[in-house]
């Protein structure tokens, strides 16, 4: 089972650098079922890994240009304060409560993301549908986001990516390199909520580290390959891989 979780570490973070997110979505279901770590300790254990995996794949996506870095300020500082309520919030849930919302969380997503082509060509026009939405909007994508990275350890990023091609008109590529960024934000605010929380002091911090760099790996990886694999066809992929996931966490619960 060891095994098995450090080998989808690498897929983990190769769907953070292909896709912009997911990372947090399969990392929680793997350090909780697969590892058997408490959901309580997953969640600030996930925050870590796809932080750190976030940062690196935005670097490697910031060589390729494909980084808004006021756009990430614009939408992370409403995500920063969400995801310190969340995390403060997420503690005095119980954890059938949370998994349950997870769940939910990742059939949204998996709808999301197999919807048909939700994003404009690259480089998107002008008169795309909702590209001139006012700023409240992306205020309240980015504190509705940041307070479900913090209360259930997710970092958002299959909302973050239609949303930033949807309302803000971003091409893919950029929206991708963009929500990694927004990721990273909403990871360490969550974090944040967590400080003098006994779970954070009770991780198993070899794990975290193992567990990280084989994600950077795959990050690096992903975000090196989005020139080249066809982004529908694997984002219907990883829809249905989602669907699974979201229908095992909600009958597994535990």
Not at 114 to 117: E, N, S
Not at 229 to 251: N, T
């Given at each position: 089972m060891t095994l098995l979780a450090y080998a989808l570490a690498l897929l983990i973070?190769?769907?953070?650098?292909?896709?912009?997110?997911?990372?947090?979505?399969l990392t929680i279901?793997?350090?909780?079922?697969?590892?058997?770590?408490s959901f309580a300790q997953a969640v600030p254990m996930s925050l870590v890994v796809v932080g750190i995996?976030?940062?690196?794949?935005?670097?490697?996506?910031?060589?390729?240009?494909?980084v808004r870095l006021r756009t990430a300020f614009q939408v992370g500082v409403p995500a920063i304060l969400g995801a310190v309520l969340g995390a403060s919030l997420?503690?005095?849930?119980?954890?059938?409560?949370?998994?349950?919302v997870f769940g939910i969380v990742l059939l949204g997503a998996a709808l999301v993301m197999?919807?048909?082509?939700v994003t404009p060509p690259d480089p998107a026009p002008r008169d795309w549908p909702f590209a001139s939405r006012p700023l409240i909007f992306m205020d309240l994508i980015g504190a509705s986001v940041g307070l479900l990275t913090g209360f259930v350890g997710?970092?958002?990023?299959?909302?973050?990516?239609?949303?930033?091609?949807?309302?803000?008109?971003?091409?893919?590529?950029?929206?991708?390199?963009?929500?990694?960024?927004?990721?990273l934000l909403s990871c360490a605010a969550g974090l944040v909520g967590y400080l003098g929380n006994p779970a954070l002091t009770q991780l198993d911090w070899r794990v975290v580290a193992l567990f990280t760099g084989l994600a950077l790996i795959g990050a690096v990886a992903g975000s090196r390959l989005t020139h080249f694999?066809?982004?529908?066809?694997?984002?219907?992929?990883?829809?249905?891989?989602?669907?699974?996931?979201?229908?095992?966490?909600?009958?597994v619960r535990r």
């Open positions: 973070g190769l769907a953070l650098g292909l896709l912009g997110g997911g990372g947090s979505i279901p793997v350090l909780h079922h697969v590892m058997g770590f995996t976030s940062g690196f794949g935005a670097i490697s996506h910031w060589r390729e240009g494909n997420g503690p005095q849930v119980r954890d059938g409560i949370r998994l349950t197999y919807r048909g082509r997710v970092g958002g990023g299959f909302v973050y990516v239609p949303a930033l091609t949807l309302l803000v008109g971003l091409p893919i590529k950029h929206a991708v390199g963009t929500s990694l960024v927004l990721i694999v066809p982004q529908e066809r694997l984002r219907h992929g990883f829809a249905a891989f989602l669907l699974i996931l979201g229908l095992v966490v909600l009958l």
